[in-house]
T-cell receptor
Framework: DTEVTQTPKHLVMGMTNKKSLKCEQH?????MYWYKQKAKKPPELMFV???????INESVPSRFSPECPNSSLLNLHLHALQPEDSALYLC?????????????FGPGTRLTVL | AQKVTQAQTEISVVEKEDVTLDCVYE???????LFWYKQPPSGELVFLIR??????QNEISGRYSWNFQKSTSSFNFTITASQVVDSAVYFC???????????????FGAGTQVVVTP
């Protein structure tokens, strides 16, 4: 299985809602990533988990809260988002987070905040 | 500072034409890795190739070829005999192996939109 899956595919939420994005991989990878991508822009790194520990937080606002329950799963909890947070949220994984690893990306969750 | 520059925002070609995408990078590291990813309209980024800083051999994979030149800090990508299915955004990315601030991060260029018309 060489796939990274993400659910849901689309999400519409109000600014007072709480929702979660889910990402799963079964490749035995030990590094997982969240990216945010606005239209016509490259992906921007948000968080990196390495061996289930948060290793990088790119100064992301606290209304985004990542969680890595185990090595196969990665969640992104959303609370009190702003309309400017509307974007494509991409999850990725790599074997161990080393610089030479290619990252395997999921199809993304397209988030709209009203 | 932008470490990966893809100066071409959009390239439009007719099917069967060749298209070359430029990528220029900047790093002080001796050891680094360069990547190309394809992002079709569906949204998922697809890994195409990785090159390490010590390997300047050019690579060909089917209709795709890559030209890595350390002397000009460039890692260009050519699609030969383009097809409609090649329409996508292509990202060049840099991964540095030595800097503590940048370790573990893929630094993407702005991307080049390729439009192939029949």
């Amino acid at each position: 299985d060489t796939e990274v899956t993400q659910t849901p595919k689309h999400l519409v939420m109000g600014m007072t809602n709480k929702k979660s994005l889910k990402c799963e991989q079964h490749m035995g990878h030990r590094a997982m990533y969240w990216y945010k991508q606005k239209a016509k822009k490259p992906p921007e790194l948000m968080f990196v988990y390495s061996y289930e520990k948060l290793s990088i937080n790119e100064s992301v606002p606290s209304r985004f809260s990542p969680e890595c329950p185990n090595s196969s799963l990665l969640n992104l909890h959303l609370h009190a988002l702003q309309p400017e947070d509307s974007a494509l949220y991409l999850c990725a994984s790599s074997p161990d987070g080393e610089a030479y690893n290619e990252q395997f990306f999921g199809p993304g969750t397209r988030l709209t905040v009203l | 500072a932008q470490k990966v520059t893809q100066a071409q925002t959009e390239i439009s070609v007719v099917e069967k034409e060749d298209v070359t995408l430029d990528c220029v990078y900047e790093t002080r590291d001796t050891t680094y890795y360069l990547f190309w990813y394809k992002q079709p309209p569906s949204g998922e980024l697809v890994f195409l190739i990785r090159r390490n800083s010590f390997d300047e051999q050019n690579e060909i994979s089917g209709r795709y070829s890559w030209n890595f030149q350390k002397s000009t800090s460039s890692f260009n990508f050519t699609i030969t005999a383009s097809q409609v299915v090649d329409s996508a955004v292509y990202f060049c990315a840099l991964s540095e192996a030595e800097g503590t601030d940048s370790w573990g991060k893929l630094q993407f260029g702005a991307g080049t939109q390729v439009v192939v018309t029949p």
